[in-house]
């Protein structure tokens, strides 16, 4: 097996099909070992910290990392709102917070509101940082976690179409999984936005670089037919200056049971998650709805990166 080379994990273009391998194989040994007694994994990062510094909310990524380090018997450091609580309300600098927090912990996942927040704390840190969300720039292990759930629903990823729906302007994890798909061949993406908030013009020209049809749309009924996996997103409201912007953005594209007669038997419905409205609760009782699986699926990927990183 090829060494996981990586230290830090800030954004998706750091990995290449031998890593995602490598990633996935061992997310795969966790997720089996979480059944087996005894578990072999149970206590493999004892005595190692992670630190989890979030200066913007979550749920499923600060808890899964959380869980994932006290799932393979590590210890963590960690506050409720590190805009508040940590010395950045005192008008402490992410270069100082980090330089600090590196000599505490022996890993740190990090969110920020912030564009290369990560990749500039990878830079002055002495142990691995984890981008966790750095604003509207990326959300590298959201992709891999959402990668992992598109592996285990097709048996290959070449070929396959897809639609990105919602927020694509301020999106973190639509950028970070258009980076992660043009590792794969013959891949098609749609990307269905309000005008107000379409995909940046970096990531077309990444994706036409590396042979990555695109095409942008307005009508997700046109679209629904035609993909394999279609990718909602919230419209998200905090990200927003102009509230009339919001407003034109907001309840554009929902996905209810009626639109969902649309798409492939063999199709999948993806979110990061939180939504609001844009799927309706009664789709998540279609078999191809797969929102909760992603949020399952990152505790084996974070279990997995957690181990690459820190047990060498
Ligand atoms: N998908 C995701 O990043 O969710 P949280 O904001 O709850 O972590």
Redesign the pocket.
Known sequence: MTRFSLKHVYESQQFDLELLDIIFKVADEMKNDLLAKPRLYADVLKDKIMASLFY?????????FESAMARLGGSILTTENAKEFSSASKGETLYDSTSVMCGYADLIVM?HNEPGSAKMAAEVSSVPIIN??DGSGQ?PT?ALLDLYTIKDNFSTIDGLTFAMVGDLKYGR?VRSLSYLLTKYNNIKIYYVSPLVCKMDEDIKDYLTTNNVEWEEAGSLEKVLPLVDCVYMTRIQKERFHNLKDYEKASGKYILDVEKIKLMKQKSIIMH???RVDEISQEVDKDPRAQYFN??VN?LYVRMALLYLLLDR
């Open positions: 913007e909310p979550s749920t499923r990524t600060r808890f899964s969110r966790a969300g959300h959201q994890t990061p998650l939180p992603q949020a990152g």
